[in-house]
């Protein structure tokens, strides 16, 4: 069965430090999105993104957060500058449609920013 | 704001038994309610989507109803198992707004 596969599984980072998640969305999907869970609690919407552009994003996701499609293959989240409040595990998702479809996730990029 | 509440937290039964979980929800109209399966350390996994305008949604031993009136899902897995511990996510989306989560029930099938 087709899944989102993502890197690296686990990273540790120092503070201030650019950290970049990548994600492989399931291969003829085309809406794109991250999420972050933080350790016990629930999961969070980060941002979604279709047609080369942000749709979504959440309150979470400010100026130091980015996504960028640079191939037909990847999706990416950037972390500018982490804080320790980033670490959380990070999961990308993809569907093939819009409201209804199916949203699969990855296994996650555990992130600890130290 | 919207809220979409799992009033457990964690619930036990026993191996065989009939498992209910609860998903509620307030300042919300969901056009469309998924439930996830999530295991330790791993990602969701879906297991079923209902519409606003379908009752009941079954797949193997797994039952889910939606209830518009009371602003309920509830979710059934049947002649229980071990293996189905885990955390269940409820996940509501309104038109093409962001699937939102509940915090999730714990479910322990002690055998």
């Known amino acids: 069965e087709p899944e989102v596969t993502q890197t690296p599984s686990h990273q540790v980072t120092q503070m201030g430090q650019e950290v970049i998640l990548r994600c492989v969305p399931i291969s003829n999907h085309l809406y794109f999105y991250w999420y972050r869970q933080i350790l016990g609690q629930k999961v969070e919407f980060l941002v979604s993104?279709?047609?080369?552009?942000?749709?979504?994003k959440s309150e979470i996701f400010d100026d130091q957060f980015s996504v960028e499609r640079p191939d037909g293959s990847n999706f990416t989240l950037k972390i500018r500058s982490t804080k320790l409040e980033d670490s959380a595990m990070y999961f990308c998702?993809?569907?093939?449609?819009?409201?209804?479809?199916?949203?699969?996730f990855g296994e996650g990029s555990w992130l600890t920013v130290v | 704001s919207q809220k979409i509440e799992q009033n457990s937290e964690a619930l036990n039964i026993q191996e065989g038994k009939t498992a209910t979980l609860t998903c509620n929800y307030t300042?919300?109209?969901?056009?469309?309610l998924q439930w996830y399966r999530q295991d330790p350390g791993r990602g969701p996994v879906f297991l079923l989507l209902i519409r606003e305008n379908e009752k009941e949604k079954r797949k193997e031993r797994l039952k889910v109803t939606f209830d518009t009136t009371l602003k309920q899902s509830l979710f059934h897995i049947t002649a229980s198992q071990p293996a189905d511990s885990a955390t269940y996510l409820c996940a509501c989306r309104s038109g093409n707004t962001p699937l939102v989560f509940g915090k999730g029930t714990r479910l322990s099938v002690i055998a």
């Open positions: 993104f279709y047609n080369n552009e942000i749709s979504e």
């Open positions: 300042n919300y109209s969901p056009a469309y």
């Open positions: 998702a993809s569907s093939d449609g819009g409201s209804g479809n199916t949203i699969y």
